[in-house]
């Protein structure tokens, strides 16, 4: 949610009254992600968020806002584009598709709990099953083939434990996935859901945002990329078990994996270390002589300690 299109003044007036929003109080740029260019708007009649997407072109923005617009239909909490004055959800923005949406209460976690890792396993179980009906199946722009290539391209320009650790895991992937793929379950996931992906208003969890990242994929590697952030400690890569029970405990209440997930447990939460640490390094290598974009990349380094721990020890999805 970095600013990488600046807009001016004029820009956002003319902006907010096509949308038939009032008039402009103030904007202000959001910092903290990396891949799209994000604003808060406030109006007379309210506070929004205008998103510009910086990496997918216009014909590519309308599956996540389809994937959004069905999980509201469903009951949840989730930023659906508004419509301007002639209907659209979609602009061109500087260039660039955007979209706004309502700004919901609730502000970012600092930190998971035990009993936000407990409500967490329980909504992404409810959204997995809320997503099963959705008729697209896009695949992940970071899935099997982007990982693979990415991974080639890479390995080159890490350290040679680095290198082997990053190929072996993919190559063990594959093996594991080619047998398996068809009996494990897949539907529309969120594939991105940390924790500061979703807005709390004390306890409760008040909306679930950032679905950019969307697909159709197996829900046990959207669960294990949930576990992977919620419940890791970053400095380590180990896993809080107190937090991870809770997660599992109450996703397997709402959701019952079959014996092929439960058996897939294991590659999955690597796999998914595996995805980010990856798309980590792409991004930092990218930026690495661009100084200021270098400053807003996430560290690679967590999502290695993560998968080395994994590797060392992945844990059962059912033991207790």
């Avoid at 093996?175 to 979703?198: C, M, P, R, S, W």
């Amino acid at each position: 949610m970095a600013v990488y299109t600046s807009l001016s003044d004029s820009d956002m007036r003319g902006l907010v009254a096509d949308y038939n929003l009032g008039e402009l109080v103030s904007f202000q740029g959001i910092s903290g992600g990396v891949e799209n260019t994000n604003y808060f708007l406030t109006t007379t009649t309210g506070k929004y968020v205008l998103t510009l997407f910086e990496e997918f072109e216009f014909n590519e923005v309308p599956y996540f806002l389809d994937v959004v617009s069905h999980l509201q239909q469903k009951g949840f909490n989730v930023p659906a584009a508004l419509v301007d004055a002639e209907g659209e959800r979609l602009r061109v923005v500087q260039n660039r598709p955007a979209i706004i949406v309502d700004c919901f209460p609730g502000g970012l976690l600092e930190s998971t709990t035990v009993e936000s890792c407990r409500l967490m396993g329980q909504v992404l179980a409810q959204l997995h099953t809320a997503g099963m009906d959705f008729p697209d199946h896009r695949p992940s722009h970071r899935g099997i083939d982007w990982w693979r290539a990415t991974a080639k391209e890479i390995a080159p320009e890490l350290e040679g434990e680095q290198a082997h650790l990053l190929l072996e895991q993919i190559c063990e992937f594959d093996k594991f996935i080619e047998q398996y793929d068809d009996q494990l379950a897949k539907g529309t996931v969120h594939a991105d859901l940390f924790y500061n992906n979703t807005l709390f208003e004390g306890d409760e969890l008040s909306a679930i945002i950032d679905f950019y990242n969307a697909c159709y994929s197996w829900l046990m590697y959207d669960l294990a990329i949930v576990v992977n952030d919620w419940c890791s400690d970053i400095t380590t890569g180990e896993l809080d078990m107190d937090k991870y029970h809770a997660m599992v405990n109450a996703y397997i209440h709402e959701r019952e994996p079959s014996a092929a997930e439960i058996m897939s447990w294991p590659h999955m939460l690597k796999i998914a270390a595996l995805r980010f640490w990856l798309s980590r390094l792409e991004a930092w290598h990218g930026a690495k002589d661009d100084p200021e974009r270098l400053a807003q990349q996430h560290d690679p380094m967590e999502f290695q300690r993560i998968l080395e721990s994994r590797v060392r020890h992945a844990p059962s999805l059912t033991e207790n």
